[in-house]
């Protein structure tokens, strides 16, 4: 199975940039369709990111769109979360995950594989 870690977090100020790392290891990324979720305090894990394998297209939620661009580069085995013009609701926990389908999936029970997490602060 695959192992992912997450890399790249920290304290921004609104209106700032982060790149978010995840380096897979056990296995070749390009086995599988990766995901970024996030998970504010107190609040449910939710989808940020999709992006398929075997050259599948990205998918972002709403809140996110036109802000993040996610991209992976399977020779490296790490896919990545450029955060653009952070808001303080950015503010969470960011996950990278994973799963084997070739199908686009949102929800995060439908995902098999995550890492721990990296901290995402917007404040000023």
């Known amino acids: 199975q695959v192992q992912l870690v997450e890399s790249g977090g920290g304290l921004v100020q609104p209106g700032g940039s982060l790149r978010l790392s995840c380096a897979a290891s056990?296995?070749?990324?390009?086995?599988?369709?990766m995901g970024w979720f996030r998970q504010p305090p107190g609040m449910d894990r939710e989808f940020v990111a999709h992006?398929?394998?075997?050259?599948?297209?990205?998918y972002y939620a709403d809140s996110v769109r036109d802000r993040f661009v996610m991209s992976r580069d399977d020779a490296k085995n790490t896919v990545f979360l450029q955060m653009n013009n952070l808001k303080p609701e950015d503010t969470a926990v960011y996950f990278c995950?994973?799963?084997?389908?070739?199908?686009?999936?949102?929800?995060?029970?439908?995902?098999?594989?995550w890492g721990q997490g990296t901290q995402v602060t917007v404040s000023s």
């Open positions: 995950a994973a799963h084997r389908s070739l199908l686009l999936k949102t929800g995060p029970t439908q995902y098999d594989y």
């Open positions: 056990g296995r070749p990324l390009s086995m599988y369709t």
């Open positions: 992006f398929g394998r075997s050259g599948g297209t990205t």
